[in-house]
């Protein structure tokens, strides 16, 4: 949360990496390792697992990642000396609260409108409802009540975060790596504790250290109305082309119709016989309309698009801010 220190997320980290840490150090030496597994319960972690405390949740998370990804600029930041490998997930602990909770506040939007594999928000929200026993929300509807209202408001929200592309949290830098992260946020007042939020992270940690690969078959774009709901892209996108391409295919054909005209009638002097009946539209003359150039303009608007995005992908961050400045008659254009 903004302005607020992270007082029982630190010490839960702390508690959670000592736990870590000491698993499978009080096995009894005597008793075969696979034997101790299914009586104890415990298992060895196949990927490294690193702790980290910024002071900034989201400046501090966004200098580590670039450092990490050797993206970052060496006279402000220091590279890091240890590294464990592609990062496969991340999960950020924002738990200011002194008292127990009621449920869990998953955050996933990502910068640039870019999102989460489904399949680990999905997995916080079966262990959170099936194995601890407590709720989850998403974009902060705290009453969700699964109706068509909530629902929409859900999908509304979590479009208005698409379409902003500003970090929601510290999750936020670690998605343009590829790198799937949400942010867990306990609120209300309930009877959870401390001991419910570890579990809930233990299992998530557990669920990404048993992948063999990285999470790419489910989905990347959607839309969420509820914890179990969403809308793929194959549901959206086709209405939205559809909706695009109707804006340029009425533009031609107001223009090829712009050079019609009405012709005036001639040589008939008889009255109507039908006075109430409406007279039939006369026969059009018009001059052929050249579509050539202005389907090259309409491209070429579609296609100067590209020049911000490869301007702002390349360009030095000293001088983004004049970029921001100086391309926007680009857009308008």
Known sequence: MEEVLNRQGVALALTLARYFKSMGEQIPPLLPRMMLTSLVGWSLWSKDIIFLFPP????????????????????????????????????????????????????????????????????????????????????????????????????????LNQGLGCATGPHSSFIPYHVDAVTLQPYGEGWQDEMAMGRLIEGSFRSLNNLLEHLHQS???????????FVSIGTYLPSAMLLAANFTIMATYLWVKSGHSLRPA????????????????????GAERELFLPLTLVIGCHSIGVLPLYIFNHAPAHVCSFDILALPPIGVC
Do not use: C, E
């Open 266 to 285: 001639t040589g008939s002097s008889s009255p109507n016989p039908y006075p109430k009946q409406q007279a039939r539209p006369g026969p059009t003359t």
């Open 56 to 159: 900034d949740s989201r400046t501090g998370t966004q200098a580590w990642v670039d450092a990490y990804h050797d993206s970052h600029n060496q006279l402000w930041v220091n590279p890091l000396p240890i590294k464990a490998g592609a990062l496969q997930g991340a999960i950020a602990i924002d738990y200011p609260l002194d008292k127990r909770f009621k449920a869990v506040h998953i955050v996933y939007d990502g910068v640039n409108g870019q999102l989460p594999n489904l399949d680990l928000i999905n997995s916080v929200v079966h262990i959170a409802g099936g194995q601890m026993g407590f709720g989850s929300t998403l974009q902060k509807m705290w009453h969700h009540t699964d109706s068509y209202r909530d629902r929409l408001q859900t999908m509304l929200r979590g479009m």
């Open 219 to 229: 989905f990347f774009f959607y839309l969420l109305m509820s914890k179990d709901r």
